[in-house]
């Protein structure tokens, strides 16, 4: 199994590192940083026009908390693998991660 990793790696393409990679990290990172996310969002709803100047505090908590996991290369392991492991499983199967956890089709 380790040699698959460590194969697999050799042949990400140029989409897969700079696009297909970081935005699981993106996602998996909102995620860990839901309790800024809901700061920043609330203090947005809350401040209207003035948000750019009243939810500076909201806004540098948010963006400190993501990047230092955009930063943490254990974290970008962790990315990779995952979207490995789903690439994987999609060329077994052929059907996409996302669409074989879904219960009721998204469009009617």
Known sequence: MLCFHFHAEQHLR???K?????????EK????CSEQVQDFTKCCK???????VKCRKENSALK????SYYKDPAFY?????EY???????RRTGIPTKKRLQ??????
């Open 18 to 26: 700079d696009v297909l990679i970081p935005k699981i990290m993106r």
């Open 77 to 81: 392991e962790e990315c990779k693998m």
């Open 46 to 52: 809350d401040s209207g026009v003035l948000m750019v």
């Open 14 to 16: 140029h989409v897969e």
């Open 64 to 67: 400190d908390c993501l990047t």
């Open 29 to 32: 990172a909102r995620e860990r």
């Open 103 to 108: 219960k009721l089709p998204t469009s009617m």
């Open 84 to 90: 490995l492991k789903e690439r994987e499983e999609f």
